[in-house]
């Protein structure tokens, strides 16, 4: 399959539906972690797959590019620290918490490949 836009790249689809079930499932924390967990985490997982489609829009510019996947990496690494307080403050289940980490490990890996060898992606 030809990647065509940044919609198309499996990472940004993992990090897009992660970000979603994210969303869905912080609708039920408590009303004190508005401005807080909730906010925080909802928009790290955000930045996640924003910064996934800002560099692929970078791709004329390698060191942009990377730049982008890093920060989108760094977003990703943040999401698992907020999801980790979201399991131990019993707001999110095993089960959801083991997954989505999984899934941010997933991406992570995706975007250091992709750092790795920009070649690949630039044009």
Not at 11 to 31: G, H
Request: one cysteine or more; hydrophobic letters at 35%.
């Amino acid at each position: 399959m030809k990647i065509r836009c940044h919609r198309d790249l499996e990472v940004y689809k993992i990090a897009f539906q992660s970000a979603m079930r994210i969303f869905e499932l912080t609708k039920t924390f408590p009303k004190e972690e508005k401005y807080s967990l909730t906010d925080q985490i909802r928009r790290s997982s955000r930045s996640v797959t924003a910064n996934i489609a800002e560099a692929f829009r970078k791709r004329k510019y390698p060191k942009a590019f990377v730049a982008k996947l890093s920060d989108s990496e760094a977003e990703a690494a943040e999401t698992q620290v907020w999801l980790e307080f979201s399991y131990r403050c019993n707001y999110i289940d095993k089960r959801d918490y083991e997954k989505l980490y999984q899934n941010y490990d997933y991406i992570t890996g995706k975007l250091v490949n992709m750092e790795k060898e920009p070649e690949k992606w630039t044009i």
